[in-house]
């Protein structure tokens, strides 16, 4: 909190001259409604400062720690007054001297602060003073956010790499800095400025490959960005646009594009972002058949390594996906691999939202055919549990609404042991009680885990089902060899009887207790827990 406070301070620092009159009254005024405890701040954060400043009449306060003039007050000044000062140093008073600030505003000369040779870089303060805002032109913000990556990150890395943190926010803080005043702008501004910023991430990620301490600090970074790229385009797509609009369309279509190069390590992610783009922003039919050209072009040219190849792959479907073309997307759905399953997830979710089921169905199909082979691959138990979980809410979706049990049935048979729950729930809700028994057994699941509802049901419906799982049970407690072990044995024997009862069975019950009887007569203590139980005769 404290570097936030003190980048603010340096902004009013250049914002106000103390050869002014006019700004001299205001900070002195703010000083004094701070001094008579007149500022109370209610909201305190990393990005913004609320509170309320009683002058005659009492004024609410917003400070943006970020951009000055994005600051507020209801007293209706434009960008300074002294009830946005006397906030300032109430906040600023719990880490820093108000005095002190002051004496350094009033006696401090206005030079440029020391920047080490080779290294053309300017303060945000620099740069709030040179010109506050950017023209509303895609390329201008792309070429902004390129040159100002440059000079405050590229620049700096190589000396000290470990401290890319505080380059990177000093860099974003310069982004914030220049966004525009009018909302529909601001929201596409950061979009393109996030988007640039993405593309020199991974350019660094590609020219730094070989060193893993560099890969390790940009590696989180763009997966983050991208993440947060996707997240946004949704609520972009759904805000008014600004009548220039034709520039911002035409540079976020060739951005786009570069979405499918390079071997970054997060080819997933930009994938993606691109079909995202594809479906909320960049929505005309013509700009959409001519990506699609493109994009066969390319895959038969031989310049493609194998990771540009799926990507542009993937693509193509997409496209052919958009345009209602689903016989075409099935036919190069074929040259994808069992490494490619993750990316189904994609069309699969937005087939799920489009409520058009049936254009699942070859994607589930791909899905059921290659999964177990994803899955071996993929290793890790809980990576894979985290997959099957992911991909069952469409799917199942999809299935219930076709009335395709059997095709869920299958992908759950595909994809045990991670989807015992869900495989087991489904069976019992279809009534397929002998092969719900099959799968606890399967699975080695206990008896006593089991609720008694379900067995209650089984019972009622078939009690010979319920057998083979209290058989086990019966083995594997003997087989403890301990009397509380015995004792659960006998109660499992004694339901087993009343089920044998049931079906009219009793003399083979009997049969059954004899030969657990005789083939355990060493284990004194158990054959004491039968008679006890008076399953046999005491002799």
């Known amino acids: 909190m404290k570097d936030e406070l003190v980048f603010f301070g340096e902004l009013l620092d250049e914002a106000l001259e103390p050869s002014s009159r006019e700004d001299q009254a205001i900070v002195r005024t703010g000083h004094s409604l ?28 917003e400070l943006d720690l970020n951009v000055l003039h994005h600051s507020k007050c209801s007293c209706g000044a434009d960008l300074i007054c002294s009830h946005r000062i006397a906030l300032f140093f109430e906040s600023f008073s719990s880490y820093g001297s108000v005095s002190d600030w002051i004496s350094n505003w009033n006696g401090k000369k206005k030079q440029a602060p020391f920047i080490p040779a080779g290294i053309p870089i300017k303060t945000a303060s620099q740069v709030f003073k040179e010109k506050a805002l950017l023209e509303n032109d895609y390329y201008m913000w792309k070429d902004f956010a390129e040159t100002s990556f440059s000079e405050i990150v590229v620049n700096q890395l190589q000396p000290q790499p470990y401290i890319m943190e505080g380059h990177m926010r000093q860099y974003m803080k310069l982004l914030k800095s220049k966004e525009p005043f009018d909302r529909n702008w601001r929201v596409f501004y950061q979009f393109a ?17 070989s060193d893993p301490q560099s890969v390790r600090m940009f590696y989180p970074l763009a997966v983050d960005i991208a993440e947060e790229l996707h997240g946004n385009v949704l609520y972009l797509s759904n805000q008014a646009r600004p009548f220039s609009f034709d520039s911002l369309i035409e540079g976020l279509t060739e951005d786009t594009r570069r979405l499918l190069d390079g071997d970054d390590g997060i080819e997933y992610e ?39 190849k799926r990507s542009y792959t993937i693509a193509s479907i ?65 990576k894979c549990t985290d997959f099957v979980r992911t991909f069952t809410r469409p799917i199942a979706s999809t299935c219930s609404k076709l009335k395709r ?19 087991s729930t489904l069976l019992f809700e279809l009534g397929q009680y002998k092969k719900w028994v099959e799968m606890q057994i399967y699975s080695g699941v206990t008896i006593d885990t089991v609720g008694q509802d379900k067995l209650k ?5 078939d009690p010979a089902l319920l057998l083979p799982l209290y058989h086990q049970a019966v083995q594997y407690t003997v087989s403890m060899k301990n009397r509380p072990s015995y004792k659960q044995a006998v109660r499992y024997l004694k339901k087993m009887k009343a089920l044998y009862k049931k079906m009219k069975q009793e003399e083979q019950f009997q049969q059954y207790v004899s030969y657990i009887s005789d083939n355990t007569k060493r284990l004194r203590a158990f054959q004491e827990e039968l ?9």
């Open 34 to 61: 701070y001094g008579q405890e007149m500022a109370d701040v209610t909201v305190e954060n990393e990005a913004f400062i609320e509170g309320r400043v009683q002058d005659l009449t009492p004024h609410e306060v």
């Open 193 to 209: 400025t996030d988007l640039s910023t993405l593309f020199s991430i991974l350019k660094l990620l590609s020219e730094y490959k």
């Open 270 to 308: 930009k994938v993606e972002l691109y079909r995202e783009l594809w479906t909320y922003m960049l929505t005309t039919s013509s700009s959409r058949k001519a990506e699609f050209d493109r994009l066969e072009a390319k895959l038969t040219q031989n310049d493609l390594d194998e990771s540009e």
């Open 318 to 382: 997409h496209l052919a996906l958009l345009d209602n073309r689903d016989s075409t997307a099935v036919d190069m759905l074929k040259s994808l691999g069992t490494s490619d399953c993750p990316y189904l997830f994609y069309w699969l979710d937005y087939f799920t939202d489009a409520d058009t089921p049936a254009r699942s169905i070859p994607f589930i199909e791909f899905l059921i055919a290659h999964v177990q082979g994803y899955l071996k691959s993929a290793g890790d138990y809980y």
């Open 405 to 423: 049990n059997d095709l869920l049935e299958k992908f759950f048979k595909e994809t045990l042991p991670y989807s015992y729950w869900n495989y």
């Open 457 to 461: 049901l089984i019972a009622a419906s």
């Open 531 to 539: 008679q006890r139980g008076k399953l046999i005769d005491v002799e």
